[in-house]
């Protein structure tokens, strides 16, 4: 359904809620090894190889893989790739910024997140693309804090893009915020609506329902957001060649507050330090 369209948001049930959770946990805990373990010389199948391993031992099924014929437990997008990179045999090296996008389902439910690091460590990193990585997540955060019960959906793309707009400002650049591919609803299937933009929309949108759950994921470059896709039919780069982060959080929303899915913490940390309701249901 289109993004301006009337699209449902479905209200999850507490019990499954905590069912989603055992999903996004598991996703959570693979990011977290796989940014522990990414090293230059390694090939991005090698990580893709490393995520399956933990998923599986972990009792979840990869849901990337055979999506839509998707080859990748995870997607790897370097440098100026957006999103979608397929594993292969591209060799890392030290001072790529490599965004990974993970997911996978537990018992017929589903998590999906993505984090974006330097190879070779925050020392090996262009200032510009820390930046990069830094306000884009950042700017997550901020549309997370703005998920509410009973509010308008689309003031979480109203969050991201005044936090990108403030740190762009602070920085002396203006980022481009890729508008084509956005967060969406997610649950016993990865992809359903609502469709969550990480941008300002008019019209008030869907409202937020008690046990609401979305993925956000604010995709954003260094130069401008236009971009196409490769001949693999899969991997979106920047048209200017740009580099690009991407941030992403399963989050459910229920009238007690936020509890970030794909977080090993549940995003207790960064929501208090936000002032934002942190709330897990179990």
Aim: charged share 20%; aromatic share 4%.
């Amino acid at each position: 359904m289109g993004l301006f369209g009337r699209e449902r948001i479905e209200a999850k049930t507490p019990e499954q809620v905590v069912l989603m959770r055992a999903a996004g946990l598991l996703v959570g805990q693979t990011l977290r090894l796989l940014g522990d373990s990414v090293r230059p010389g390694m090939t991005t199948k090698d990580l893709d190889t490393l995520a399956e391993t933990h998923i599986r031992d972990g009792g979840g099924i990869p849901n990337f893989l055979g999506y839509q014929g998707f080859t990748g437990t995870i997607c790897t997008s370097v440098n100026d790739e957006v999103v979608h990179g397929i594993p292969g045999a591209r060799v890392l090296e030290e001072g790529d910024l490599l965004s990974i996008d993970c997911g996978c389902s537990v018992a017929g439910w589903h998590g999906d997140a993505a984090i974006s690091l330097v190879v070779g460590g925050r020392g090996a990193g262009r200032p510009e693309d820390l930046e990069l990585i830094d306000d884009t997540e950042a700017s997550m955060w901020a549309g997370i804090a703005a998920l509410t019960v009973g509010k308008s959906l689309y003031a979480v793309g109203a969050a991201v893009e005044d936090s990108l707009t403030a740190a762009g400002e602070r920085r002396g650049r203006e980022y481009g915020i890729v508008e084509d591919y956005v967060g969406h609803g997610i649950g016993t299937s990865m992809h359903m609506d609502p469709q969550v933009p990480n941008y300002r929309v008019s019209g008030r949108g869907p409202t937020v329902v008690d046990a609401t759950t979305v993925a956000i994921e604010p995709m954003v470059t260094l130069g401008d957001e236009a971009n196409h896709v490769l001949e693999d039919d899969w991997t979106i780069v920047t048209d200017d060649g740009s580099r690009a982060a991407h941030w992403e959080n399963t989050v459910a929303a229920t009238s007690r507050g936020l509890w970030v899915l794909t977080e090993v913490d549940g995003g207790e940390a960064r929501l208090r330090d936000l002032g934002a309701p942190w709330a897990p249901l179990a």
